[in-house]
Structures are given as C-alpha cells and as structure tokens.
C-alpha cells in the first residue's frame, strides 16, 4: 500500500499539492468498520484466511 500512496502523492505535487481522488480500496468497507478495529490484520482481515 505505501508505494500505491507514494504515487498518489507525486501526482498531488507535481499539481501544486492538489487533490486527487483515490480509489476506495476498502469497497465502501470503513462505512460499517466498528471501532478498534484490527487494522493491523494480525489476525487476518478480510474475506481471506491467513495462508
């Protein structure tokens, strides 16, 4: 995820630190996440299990 934010940064610079819009890579999830939630996904996350 850093590099995806690294270049949304470049692009929000070279605009004169412009907004630019993001996809919402959570698919509209972060509307109904409870707080304190795991955002480290320690113990998965997801729809996927740990492999």
Do not use: Y
Request: net charge neutral; proline share 4%; glycine share 12%.
């Amino acid at each position: 995820m850093k590099v995806i934010f690294t270049i949304f940064t470049k692009l929000s610079n070279s605009q004169n630190s412009a907004s630019v819009p993001v996809p919402d890579f959570t698919n509209g999830d972060w509307e109904t996440n409870r707080r304190g939630m795991n955002v480290n996904l320690e113990t998965g996350g997801g729809t996927t299990g740990i492999l």
